[in-house]
């Protein structure tokens, strides 16, 4: 399985504009890649896609977490 994460960085007075950004970001990504929008989680409160895919018979699927930057994070 693949994932894929779009964070924007956490930068003091954030405004509206950078997470409108973000979701675009990956709402572009996510159409390119014919990604299904799938309810957010914690791990991805600002938006999380997937698509099924298979590689040599097997069976894999492309995750895309949008969550805002956490130091120390990682997937």
């Known amino acids: 399985m693949a994932s894929f994460e779009v964070s924007p960085q956490a930068v003091p007075g954030t405004d509206s504009a950078v997470l409108t ?3 675009e970001i990956a709402g572009t990504v996510a159409e390119k890649y014919h990604l ?3 309810p957010p989680y914690e791990r991805c409160p600002m938006g999380r896609y997937f698509a099924p895919d298979s590689l040599d018979g097997r069976e894999i699927g492309l995750n895309l977490c949008v969550r805002p930057e956490k130091r120390g994070d990682s997937i």
Do not use: F
Request: overall charge positive; cysteine-free; charged content about 15%.
């Open 36 to 38: 299904h929008l799938l």
């Open 21 to 23: 950004q973000s979701r």
